[in-house]
């Protein structure tokens, strides 16, 4: 007799328990799936999608100015002349939350190219809403995957500045796959950078400093600009953050390093 896929069992209460026998056929369906996902891998990723509370004030910004500060990913590079309207230099800021050191640094360097990078819908929204308030031009914003876009849509040597402040420390050791900053992310991110470009990081959680210092200290093509060979002083024209403001009152210190692309 031909074995079932199956046995389906009405239990009481009209919940069903599917049972199978070690010789059973594997489900053609499961089957499918599982070249899925050896075709696909599912990427493990350095943020989860939260909805969030959003005001109708951002929400608004999101639909209003997205023409205007807004670059809708494209897995093709973009041109920064053509974005820009110009040729200067370019600093990068990934997950910039809700844009307090984007804004300062694109107010006090009106002479500079900002790209923000950023998944969270109501940061980006403060952000432009910000940006039309005070009639900033030279900042555009992604809202995507920041390895996506660094891969795909930045051209190798395009920035000469690449910021990643109080990324997400993801603090369990089950979770620590999704930290941003691992060897893979660090030899892209040094790739954007041009000849001397710098990439800057900050953050309240110690043991993700270590994991930042032994990471980029083994990168190819970066150098340490600690004089000391470890972390470097908080650079004072950084705005505080939301998340370095949130650290200060955990009492947690805060870790700066900055390398160099040779
Ligand atoms: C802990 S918050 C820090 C925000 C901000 N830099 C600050 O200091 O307040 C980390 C931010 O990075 C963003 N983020 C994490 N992974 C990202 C990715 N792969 N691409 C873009 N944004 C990302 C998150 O949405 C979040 O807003």
Same mark, same amino acid.
């Given at each position: 007799?031909?074995?079932?896929?199956?046995?389906?069992?009405?239990?009481?209460?009209?919940?069903?328990?599917?049972?199978?026998?070690?010789?059973?056929?594997?489900?053609?369906?499961?089957?499918?799936?599982?070249?899925?996902?050896?075709?696909?891998?599912?990427?493990?990723?350095?943020?989860?999608?939260?909805?969030?509370?959003?005001?109708?004030?951002?929400?608004?910004?999101?639909?209003?100015?997205?023409?205007?500060?807004?670059?809708?990913?494209?897995?093709?590079?973009?041109?920064?002349?053509?974005?820009?309207?110009?040729?200067?230099?370019?600093?990068?800021?990934?997950?910039?939350?809700?844009?307090?050191?984007?804004?300062?640094?694109?107010?006090?360097?009106? @002479?500079?190219?900002?790209?923000?990078?950023?998944?969270? +819908?109501? &940061?980006? !929204?403060?952000?432009? %809403? =910000?940006?039309?308030? #005070?009639?900033?031009?030279?900042?555009?914003?992604?809202?995507?995957?920041?390895?996506?876009?660094?891969?795909?849509?930045?051209?190798?040597?395009?920035?000469?500045?690449?910021?990643?402040?109080?990324?997400?420390?993801?603090?369990?050791?089950?979770?620590?796959?999704?930290?941003?900053?691992?060897?893979?992310?660090?030899?892209?991110?040094?790739?954007?950078?041009?000849?001397?470009?710098?990439?800057?990081?900050?953050?309240?959680?110690?043991?993700?400093?270590?994991?930042?210092?032994?990471?980029?200290?083994?990168?190819?093509?970066?150098?340490?600009?600690?004089?000391?060979?470890?972390?470097?002083?908080?650079?004072?024209?950084? @705005?505080?953050?939301?998340?370095?403001?949130?650290?200060? +009152?955990? &009492?947690? !210190?805060?870790?700066? %390093? =900055?390398?160099?692309? #040779?």
């Amino acid at each position: 007799m031909r074995p079932q896929a199956y046995t389906m069992r009405r239990a009481t209460g009209g919940s069903r328990t599917a049972q199978m026998r070690h010789d059973d056929p594997v489900p053609r369906q499961a089957v499918k799936m599982r070249q899925v996902m050896i075709q696909h891998p599912r990427a493990i990723r350095s943020f989860v999608t939260r909805t969030g509370r959003i005001t109708a004030a951002q929400e608004r910004a999101l639909e209003e100015f997205w023409p205007h500060f807004g670059v809708d990913f494209s897995p093709a590079p973009l041109d920064l002349t053509q974005l820009f309207g110009r040729t200067v230099p370019l600093t990068v800021e990934i997950g910039f939350g809700n844009g307090d050191n984007l804004l300062a640094l694109a107010a006090t360097h009106p @002479e500079r190219s900002y790209l923000g990078i950023e998944v969270h +819908r109501p &940061g980006v !929204g403060r952000l432009m %809403l =910000a940006l039309h308030e #005070r009639g900033l031009a030279n900042v555009r914003v992604v809202r995507h995957d920041a390895v996506e876009v660094l891969r795909h849509q930045l051209a190798p040597g395009a920035a000469e500045e690449i910021l990643i402040l109080f990324p997400d420390p993801w603090p369990k050791k089950r979770h620590h796959k999704r930290r941003l900053l691992q060897r893979d992310f660090a030899e892209l991110a040094a790739s954007r950078l041009c000849s001397d470009g710098v990439l800057r990081l900050a953050t309240d959680w110690e043991p993700y400093a270590g994991q930042m210092l032994e990471v980029l200290e083994q990168t190819a093509g970066l150098r340490n600009l600690s004089t000391q060979g470890g972390f470097v002083p908080r650079p004072a024209t950084r @705005e505080p953050t939301r998340f370095e403001r949130r650290g200060e +009152r955990l &009492g947690h !210190g805060v870790w700066d %390093l =900055a390398f160099q692309r #040779r």
